[in-house]
T-cell receptor
């Protein structure tokens, strides 16, 4: 396993369309995170899964956003009725709950542009 | 509410010299602090961390110092190399669900 992968790497969509992103974590990692990063800012936490359970969601995650991790492996992040303000880099990270620390390993991100 | 602040958006250093990246935080609940490095078109890569009960952690050319009374940490890179040119993010981990709060980043340029 070479690390966290995300698909697609780039997505251009028109305002009002729905988009879905996929994240495949490191295979032995049970924790999965979604972040959003805009220009000049650090990654901002969106949501967190432990196995298939979504345990925390940021207030940044409006009701147009939904994330799933149905089998505790890959995860999807869907944005409905996209808005121009949704344009950002969406980052996925994974980590393992075993061990002393919980270092998160990031994927390359999906860059979303909403026209 | 910026819980983690990196007040220097950029830094230029000559190859071979020391790079010092600074970070301030306001959240006293952070258990760990982490530094991530990010190259263009890639996700952040974990670099080094420090527990809130320690004041120094060293890994090769990278050393992180923590001053809890000042709520300040710094990353030292010695000697700096051109391959170190990247954006460096400081982050705090408050435990619980391992939610990590990132700073805004400092772009380091190491000049050959």
């Amino acid at each position: 396993d070479t690390g966290v992968s995300q698909d697609p790497r780039h997505k251009i969509t028109k305002r009002g369309q729905n988009v879905t992103f996929r994240c495949d974590p490191i295979s032995e990692h049970n924790r999965l995170y979604w972040y959003r990063q805009t220009l000049g800012q650090g990654p901002e936490f969106l949501t967190y899964f432990q196995n298939e359970a979504q345990l925390e969601k940021s207030r940044l995650l409006s009701d147009r956003f939904s994330a799933e991790r149905p089998k505790g492996s890959f995860s999807t992040l869907e944005i409905q009725r996209t808005e121009q303000g949704d344009s950002a880099m969406y980052l996925c990270a994974s980590s393992s709950s075993s061990g002393d620390t919980d270092t998160q390993y990031f994927g390359p991100g999906t860059r979303l542009t909403v026209l | 509410d910026q819980q983690v602040k990196q007040n220097s958006p950029s830094l230029s250093v000559q190859e071979g010299r020391i790079s010092i990246l600074n970070c301030d935080y306001t959240n006293s609940m952070f258990d760990y602090f982490l530094w991530y490095k990010k190259y263009p078109a890639e996700g952040p890569t974990f670099l080094i961390s420090i527990s809130s009960i320690k004041d120094k952690n060293e890994d090769g050319r990278f050393t992180v110092f923590l001053n809890k009374s000042a709520k300040h940490l710094s990353l030292h890179i010695v000697p700096s190399q051109p391959g170190d040119s990247a954006v460096y993010f400081c982050a705090g981990d408050s435990g619980g669900y391992q939610k990590v709060t990132f700073g805004t980043g400092t772009k380091l340029q190491v000049i050959p």
